[in-house]
């Protein structure tokens, strides 16, 4: 069987999306997520670009991966210098990844209008730079940009553009349809050119989707000798975005006979495709292929009755198998076994036949019908699961709260203060405390008040903050509706977690999130209370 | 130059899609525009199985459309009665309609699951429906359903059934990949084998995008013969969709050299993919090939300045042959060369050399280090251009805001609650107002105060809010904190535009986004006043 390598470019590349913005601290969850799903390779960035790319890599030392090389990108060096005195093929190195990818430019326009040198310096840069770089890494890829349609216009430079190349030590030579306008045939064509005139050479692809094109440009590409495929989660990327990765996988996995990640790992698809665009903060695409929730949702009443006959009547492949499900709207029966696994995972021992497992399972499609998102919020997961299964003492009694935010100048910041009243077995407190915001406030108040009978409580911070509205199904009239999901990201140090709250009242929906995230703390600590010194849980 | 004929089944396959559903008046309206598009057959619905299809054939025929042909759309007769008495097929009869199409099937295991059925009898459906309907109409279509995955567990049974839909009088056989599953090379391959078999059957393609290959296998069906393709407006359809329509047309166009709706027709395709997405009340897909916003939006720096040189350097085809636009993005790596380009856009007359200019240039950067994110907030930009060009005299002044969220138990929503004063032209207005959360509360407060001079405020709907926490540079320390940055989404029916806001304080953020928000909304009518009752400048 043949191994196809996975190249992912959604940190690089997919940043480039008009509204994917990601911070250090959200390169480095996506980067964990990627190794984690197995993907071979990830571009964390352009470090002689912006100071994030710059962090991102001084960060993601730090981290074990599993799988995944991280990769650094950048270009030739400047043509008005040497790659020796090239302050972005220094900061390449700087990087210190055991992977570098350089693109340069093999279409004549572009060397002549965008970088402004003749074909002949043009050579020269790629040459120099990769030559330059080839003894300090691992793996060296020479990503061709316009490849397709530089070759369209003046096949022969850019051939000689991949010799160079080829000649200066590039492992890989990454054929790239930058502009995303080529068809599938002219990828066939052009690719038995270069493997004509470069029988040695391993080739990779990277495509975009401005034709809606590009997953079939890769995947024809791989059948025709690609061994490498570069693309993003969710397809993001400049314009239509690139290649999606989302696709691609299981089509070289399932219907193409390749291996690439593996059955196991396949599962996973979904999960990350979510993780994903939560981290981003962007709402997922229903009818995504594959990881989409309209992706094996069926609506017509034939449709409906025949898929229950035999799903592969409307399917064409097992949902599961990417993670995914089917989704019929009369009657859900994927879930418990998803359930059933997790409270396994999470330490429940609950039987298959439990009655506990069925009202919790209805209890969870009403809340994820209304907007709850518990892929991401695992702390708020767990604690619904121990609510359900083992009816614990709450840790504390609510009692009420007030917020107040007042401006009274035009340049002045607004002020937020909250008052809060909880108990804890009998006695209340009462406090106050002020904060950039109301939820900032409150969860000050709140946690203030509670960290005389909690004292560990001092240790969290509230790590990121994310509000969204989505549109719930209101249980009652079968309506939809506008509910804020609110989602919270808190850290004491050793461990992280992440809850969330829905409600038509962002401040409820907030309230929520802070809520779960103190139980969950007070949870943590009573577990590491009872296993001694040991391991927490699983956070 | 060869003539494709496109089929529309946006108002059929494409309503099975989830999110949506069409009134007749609805579905008049988008088959008048793809009339007015030029495609060649409008697929109205299945008459047999629903009363809004039924109303729609009765509805259409007082309209003259000029170059589509309207199609009723059904399947082959019940199994247990005869072709003569199935009402399905007499309701088909009724539409009156000058094209029918017959969908049978095709795939052994559909007969015999689904219909249940000996694969005797379903060669017989198929011959009985079709032959009873030649006589009353002008075309005949037969959509094989499931052909490809027929073919591939059956080749002899699926050509069977084609045969005998060529015999009975069908004008095209329509390949139909039910369910998205096929590979385009398996298009390619089984294509041939039936050519062979029946040398002189015109065919048809209908694909759907399961696995994000719809339009890569229409085209490949195309080059190998086809002289239909059927496809929806945006990809509209059931799981993934239908094979997108507005993908497939410019290729065929642009990229194919075939003929289809000519130049000067497809111009209007942005346009009809828009009102097709209104007229459904669903937000456009921004990453959309060809039509979407971001289609032609240039976000990265090097990228930027390229287009800036030469628009071919990174667009695949020119923007305008589809009715699209180029975008310039602003991001952290925001140029002059950008601003310069939106400050010519948004109407402004700035010289490259112009003093305000360089100003300008670093109080973006100041802002957009801090978290502001100008590439997806238009409105707010514009209104930052105009106060920095023209100083222009404020629409209202701001006094002061109190807010206050109140929960008083367990399960009660907290009870939100905002007071706002504010001044017009001297005159002070004091207001109160309750909302689901501070934000909804301040911002009902600040409009009812303002709607007194200005009343079309009354028309603005806030429709999205986005919050998220981003790491902002520190100007004076050059340290980084947190910010939060609010993104709110407007419209008043006719216009829709975002606004940004960025604060320590959440309450500051989302106040300065609502302002933002309200004053682009002022900005708008005084243009459109100024313009009499023309166009209210660029949204």
């Known amino acids: 069987m043949k191994k196809i390598s996975l190249y992912d470019t959604t940190l690089r590349d997919g940043t480039q999306a008009e509204e994917l913005n990601l911070t250090t601290e959200d390169k480095i969850r996506v980067a964990r997520k990627l190794d984690e799903l197995g993907l071979h390779y990830i571009e964390g960035g352009w470090p002689g670009s912006n100071p994030t790319d710059k962090q991102f890599f001084r960060e993601i030392r730090k981290h074990r991966l599993s799988t995944a090389r991280i990769t650094a990108f950048g270009s030739t060096h400047y043509h008005r210098t040497s790659a020796e005195q090239d302050p972005n093929l220094a900061s390449l190195l700087e990087a210190e990844t055991p992977v570098l990818t350089i693109f340069g430019k093999t279409w004549d326009l572009h060397a002549r209008t965008a970088l402004g040198v003749s074909l002949e310096r043009n050579l020269e840069l790629i040459h120099a730079s990769l030559e330059h770089l080839r003894p300090h890494v691992d793996e060296l890829f020479f990503d061709a940009e316009h490849f397709f349609d530089g070759y369209k216009a003046n096949p022969a430079f850019t051939l000689d553009c991949m010799k160079t190349a080829h000649e200066a030590g590039a492992d890989i030579l990454v054929l790239c349809d930058t502009n995303g306008g080529t068809l599938p045939h002219e990828i066939v064509k052009i690719m038995a050119d270069v493997q004509k005139h470069l029988p040695d050479a391993q080739l990779g692809i990277h495509t975009h989707n401005d034709s809606e094109l590009a997953v079939a440009n890769a995947l024809v590409a791989v059948q025709h000798g690609a061994v490498q495929v570069q693309g993003t989660i969710n397809g993001y990327g400049e314009r239509c975005g690139n290649a999606n990765l989302c696709s691609i996988i299981p089509c070289l996995e399932l219907k193409m006979g ?55 009547t409307y399917e064409h ?61 695992d702390a708020s997961f767990e604690l619904l699961l121990r609510e359900k299964l083992e009816c614990p003492d709450p840790y504390f009694t609510f009692h009420n709260f007030f917020v107040l935010d007042s401006k009274r100048e035009e ?89 969330v709250g829905v409600s038509h009242n962002i401040i409820e929906a907030s309230w929520q999130a802070v809520v779960d995230s103190i139980n969950y703390k007070i949870h943590l600590d009573e577990c590491e209370a009872k296993a001694g010194k040991g391991d927490p849980g699983a956070p």
């Open 411 to 499: 340049d002045e910041l607004p002020l937020s203060e909250a008052t809060v009243i909880v108990s804890v077995r009998g006695e209340r407190a009462h406090t106050a405390a002020s904060g950039n915001g109301p939820v900032n406030a409150l969860d000050r108040a709140v946690r203030k008040a509670l960290e005389r009978f909690y004292p560990r409580l001092k240790e969290v911070r509230l790590k990121d903050f994310k509000v969204r509205v989505v549109s719930g199904v209101l249980r009652d009239t079968g309506g939809t509706a506008s509910f804020v999901r609110v989602l919270v990201e808190s850290s004491d140090g050793q461990n992280h977690w992440t809850t």
């Open 258 to 312: 390749l291996d690439c990640l593996g059955a196991e790992r396949l599962k996973m698809l979904r999960d990350t495709a979510n993780y994903v665009s939560e981290v981003a903060n962007l709402r997922p695409f229903l009818r995504q292929p594959f990881v989409g929730a309209a992706a094996f949702a069926h609506k017509g009443g034939i449709h409906v009755s025949a898929v229950l006959k035999d799903s592969e």
């Open 317 to 377: 492949i097992r949902p599961e198998s990417v993670g995914n499900h089917q989704r019929v709207l009369l009657s859900d029966l994927a879930g418990k076994s998803n359930i059933l696994f997790k409270a396994k995972q999470c330490g429940f021992d609950v039987d298959r036949n439990d009655p506990r497992l069925e009202i919790l399972l209805d209890d969870i499609k009403a809340r994820e019908e209304m907007g709850y998102e518990y892929s991401v919020a």
